[in-house]
């Protein structure tokens, strides 16, 4: 009997993820890349990983695609589902946590609330125009202070002291840190502020006026921090869960989604990384609308198209 896996890829701002999933909706293979600009060549390189990783012996049935760069890559790789990242993440974590109320979710350049009653989404919140609560906030500040984003954490965990630095605003959080700095503050304090100001950013944007309820999970990259997460846990005063899949789950998510709709009769090829993507833009004319059209060529013939309003 053949064993029938799926594939869910979430492309980001910053990071691109990609994951193969069993019948049991465990992980059998997964990859996370740098997007570098360019969804269409991260996901070319993350499709090798995969075949790499699983040696192409993965008869895969379902494909789903979620992240800023969803319907992009949905139409590359010809996915069965295109999901939102609030569904995406919520359908990953309920798989791994069913009692969950409340899903943090921290990425390179945004970052989402998502809150859970009974197994049902019931509100959400994103945050996609201050990046003072974001990894690509802290990756700035860590090169400013000479650390290594992956060391953050463990050297916030051995502040006594955290420095208080404004959180509202990048700007103003950034000419804090250089100020606290100039006074004597240590390296260990001004990260631990640091991720003291992102958590309190993110509560007071983010998460202002939801009713944030335990079981909390904590995921995105900015998860990886234990900085962020012990931030956190004092803010809200409970236990902040977190796991290795956290940076994954949206991939997770989509790939158990795109299972449950999927009818393929045949099998997903891996060659969709050795094709050649190119997209080109035209402004319609037909009417006042004057509507951006995106169309989408797969070597050199027309994939799909979108953008049109009429």
């Excluded at 979620?66 to 798989?95: F, P, Y």
């Excluded at 009974?118 to 994103?126: I, K, Q």
């Excluded at 997209?279 to 060529?297: H, K, L, V």
């Amino acid at each position: 009997m053949e064993h029938r896996y799926s594939l869910g890829i979430d492309v980001g701002s910053i990071s691109t993820k990609g994951v193969i999933l069993d019948e049991a909706g465990l992980v059998q293979g997964s990859a996370y890349l740098q997007t570098e600009g360019n969804p269409l060549d991260s996901v070319k390189r993350l499709l090798d990983v995969l075949r790499q990783e699983t040696s192409g012996d993965v008869e895969i049935y379902a494909v789903g695609t979620t992240g800023s760069a969803r319907r992009l890559i949905g139409a590359m790789v010809g996915a069965d589902c295109v999901k939102n990242e609030i569904t995406a993440h919520a359908a990953g974590t309920l798989s791994r946590h069913p009692d969950v109320q409340t899903i943090l979710e921290i990425g390179g350049q945004d970052a989402k609330m998502i809150l859970i009653r009974e197994g049902v989404v019931t509100d959400y919140a994103m945050n996609t125009l201050c990046a003072a609560g974001t990894g690509a906030f802290l990756s700035s500040q860590a090169k400013r202070l000479g650390i290594p984003m992956e060391e953050m954490g463990e050297v916030a965990l051995r502040s006594k002291t955290p420095a208080r630095l404004a959180a509202r605003c990048t700007v103003f959080a950034e000419s804090d840190l250089i100020h606290k700095a100039q006074v004597g503050h240590s390296k260990e304090d001004l990260v631990a502020g640091l991720c003291h100001a992102v958590a309190a950013n993110y509560l007071g944007n983010v998460g202002k006026g939801k009713r944030i309820l335990a079981p909390v999970i904590f995921q995105g990259g900015v998860s990886r921090n234990g900085g962020v997460v012990a931030a956190f846990e004092k803010e809200l005063g409970e236990n902040v869960l977190t796991n290795t899949e956290g940076p994954l789950m949206g991939a997770i998510g989509v790939a158990i989604l795109a299972r449950e709709i999927s009818v393929r009769e045949s099998p997903f090829g891996f060659e969709a990384a050795d094709c050649e993507y190119r997209t080109r833009t035209a402004i319609c004319d037909a009417c006042p609308n004057q509507c951006e059209i995106m169309s989408f060529y797969r070597d050199g013939a027309l994939l799909d198209a979108w953008g049109g309003r009429c």
